[in-house]
């Protein structure tokens, strides 16, 4: 099979060198059930797991934040990929939930590791942030050659409002990580298409806490610094764009929907996944899932799903991440493993 790269990306030469070496993830200790956030939500716990398939997620300690998540799931995947945390030459982090609104919060993971060689920098694209630091550093390391990090995580449990239903239902904290570094001709990441639509921005967002909308008493009381959510309107964007644009990247990178042995999208609701996956046209793929044991990770499920479902994926399967959210953004790749 020949893979070939759309248009808006990387010519051919500078993608089949480049793919992951080893996958990590980091899940917190505390579980926390459809009960305890059904009753502030005020809905019953059936009905959580009937809307949504979500069971349990996992929610950060009190002394956690992201940092912490993601420099644990660091240390899996750098173990796994056998590699030396100072032999990085780049650590990009992709969260919507940092520890603060500066440093970036790569550069305190690159800290913990002692990886002193390392770029490290942080990327916001929400729930799609993993394939979009996926794609910026398969890009680096194809100019520069090197070994790199890339995480997800979030901690979302941080800005829910407990009485929004539309929220405080899905999320759980978490964080995944990828080394990435040389690979054998043919191998690695093959393809990545990135996409925003700026125009649906108020789906997704937290109005407060940036300059906008500086933190004040005033911002605060008004409930401004929770994450809020459009439902129906991200249903209805995934609804309507994923399918068509994962079709036009297939193409146009020269696959068919049937060489796809696994596919790997955004964990956002497990509804909506079993929804979508019939739309897709991929016959042949085993769909992984991790959101009824986690929820919705954010930048962080698309790492800890695949992390998990390694060990089932045989040499040479061709693998499909899907990502999607705030931004709106979709972010899509094809790895050869």
């Not at 954010?298 to 089932?312: F, K, N, Q, V, Y």
Request: include cysteine; charge should be negative.
């Amino acid at each position: 099979m020949t893979m070939t790269l759309p248009t808006n990306t990387l010519p051919d030469r500078l993608t089949t060198e480049v793919g992951t070496l080893g996958w990590g993830c980091y899940l917190p200790d505390r579980l926390v059930t459809n009960d305890e956030v059904a009753r502030p939500a005020g809905v019953d716990a059936s009905w959580i797991e009937r809307k949504t398939g979500i069971r349990l997620r996992r929610r950060a300690a009190s002394h956690e934040a992201a940092s912490d998540l993601a420099t644990d799931a660091a240390r899996h995947a750098l173990a796994q990929a056998g590699v030396r945390a100072e032999d990085l030459t780049a650590i990009v982090l992709a969260t919507s939930t940092p520890d603060h609104p500066q440093p970036p919060t790569a550069c305190l993971v690159q800290e913990r590791l002692g990886a002193t060689s390392a770029a490290a920098f942080d990327l916001n694209a929400v729930c799609s942030g993993f394939v979009f630091a996926l794609g910026v550093a398969r890009d680096m390391l194809a100019a520069t050659g090197g070994l790199a990090l890339v995480i997800g995580v979030d901690v979302y449990s941080r800005i829910l409002d407990p009485a929004d239903r539309k929220t405080a239902i899905l999320f759980g904290d978490g964080a995944g990580a990828a080394i990435l570094g040389p690979v054998p001709g043919g191998r690695g990441v093959q393809a990545i298409r990135l996409l925003s639509t700026g125009s649906e921005n108020q789906l997704i967002r937290v109005p407060a806490g940036g300059s906008r909308i500086p933190a004040t008493e005033e911002s605060v009381r008004a409930g401004q610094h929770w994450f809020t959510m459009d439902g129906r309107g991200v249903r209805d964007f995934v609804e309507e764009r994923v399918p068509a644009a994962l079709t036009s990247f297939l193409t146009d990178s020269g696959v068919a929907p049937g060489e796809v042995r696994h596919l790997v999208t955004h964990q956002a609701n497990g509804r909506m996944i079993d929804e979508l996956v019939p739309r897709l046209g991929l016959p042949a793929a085993e769909v992984h899932q991790s959101v009824q044991r986690y929820g919705n990770t954010g930048a962080a499920s698309i790492p800890i799903t695949l992390a998990e479902a390694a060990d089932s994926i045989e040499p040479g399967d061709v693998v499909l991440l899907a990502g999607f959210g705030g931004g709106m953004a979709m972010g899509f790749a094809l790895l050869r493993w």
